[in-house]
């Protein structure tokens, strides 16, 4: 696949999907929220996945850079 033809990420997703953001070092960078949905609505797998492998705290989950999607 050639870098012209290379969909980009939010081409991806479903009009549902939600998406995660990882760095080249394995850092969680952000999160994708689909149209319609706010961090209210993340589900329970993401946050907790979050909390697990990335070490984000629940309480700060949600108080993350609102340009971050």
Known sequence: ???ENKPTF???LGDNDW???IDKAG???GLFIPDGCDED???ASIV???IDHF???KEEF???DPTIH
Request: glycine share 8%; proline share 4%; hydrophobic share 40%.
């Open 1 to 3: 696949m050639t870098e």
């Open 10 to 12: 939010e081409e991806t």
């Open 19 to 21: 998406g995660l953001i």
């Open 27 to 29: 850092r969680l960078k």
């Open 41 to 43: 609505d993340v589900p």
């Open 48 to 50: 907790q996945l979050c």
């Open 55 to 57: 070490g984000i705290d």
């Open 62 to 64: 949600f108080m993350q």
